[in-house]
């Protein structure tokens, strides 16, 4: 039930070097975590299973699954999920009310994280069983917004939620924090039209991108972030824009995939970083150098072109 938090880094990086730093304070706080770096680079193939596509990535394992994962340099969030991890895997025996408590607490706070949460075998990519799949596929079809918890990831939320929700199988589907039922109910809501009025609706992806554009007046979707930007060409146009003076805010396209691939569509615009101002694009890194040569980039940003 021991907890192994591994980093994947590069020595090039560095927000890695910082997230090192974090890493070997909470190694202080609890020893009965195992905290490992791996180079990602050095180790592409399992750079390649676990899919890390940045630096830092911290990938979270118990039993020897993979329960989580964590990307970017966020140091309260690794803070929060060592602590969260930890703790679960240290409950001890005298402590078995505080332990109910505690599991109780926590799963009322997933079965509320979303306004409608799939409690199932597997991921809706990767089902790992036919009930779990047949209800990803209804939920798609209908343009149903859910989120999912892998049941197989923490035996404790696998055994608690039963008792908790006095449902003895899986997938469980909630709304608003409410048990909906399983894939038979689901099935039969389906059929009575009632299923399109209880959960809610995702936003269509084209709706989406367009708060997003027009989210603040200067909006810049990079790879990273101003404060640590995760490719050559954001960090150029970061500091351009920089050295306006102008307030704007940025969007990290390695954090969204969907995003990351329909914006480009949306805007007709192959690459990163795309820069908006007033929900219009203004272009990319070469666009913005020209714009600054010749004198147009601090009128336009400020909307005055």
Excluded at 135 to 161: A, P, Y
Aim: glycine fraction near 6%.
């Amino acid at each position: 039930r021991s907890l192994v938090v591994v980093h994947f880094w590069a020595p090039w990086a560095p927000q890695c070097a910082q997230m090192n730093e974090v890493m070997a304070t909470l190694a202080k706080e609890h020893m009965q975590v195992t905290f490992v770096k791996l180079e990602a680079e050095a180790v592409p193939e399992v750079s390649e299973k676990y899919e890390i596509s940045s630096v830092p990535t911290f990938l979270f394992f118990k039993n020897s699954q993979k329960v989580d994962r964590l990307d970017g340099a966020h140091a309260p969030e690794l803070t929060k999920k060592v602590q969260r991890y930890a703790s679960s895997s240290s409950v001890s025996a005298g402590s078995n009310d505080s332990a109910k408590e505690d599991l109780t607490v926590r799963l009322k706070k997933l079965i509320n994280a979303a306004p409608c949460m799939l409690f199932m075998k597997g991921s809706p990519k990767e089902p790992r069983c036919g009930f779990s799949k047949q209800m990803v596929e209804i939920l798609n079809k209908h343009g149903i917004s859910f989120s999912s918890f892998d049941i197989f990831s923490d035996e404790e939320v696998r055994q608690g939620l039963k008792t908790f929700s006095n449902w003895p199988t899986y997938p469980q589907l909630y709304v608003a924090g409410e048990l909906i039922g399983g894939l038979d109910i689901v099935k039969e809501l389906e059929a009575s039209g009632e299923l399109d009025t209880i959960c809610p609706k995702a936003q269509k992806l084209e709706d989406r991108l367009k708060i997003l554009i027009n989210k603040a007046p200067v909006m810049l979707f990079m790879k990273g972030s101003k404060q640590t930007a995760k490719c050559g060409f954001s960090k150029q146009i970061i500091e351009i824009i920089n050295n306006t003076g102008v307030d704007y805010e940025t969007f990290d396209i390695l954090e969204d995939e969907e995003v990351r691939q329909g914006l480009k569509t949306y805007s007709n615009w192959p690459t990163y970083p795309q820069l908006y101002v007033k929900g219009e694009l203004v272009g990319g890194l070469d666009i913005v150098k020209e714009l600054k040569e010749n004198g147009e980039l601090l009128p336009i940003l400020k909307g005055e072109n």
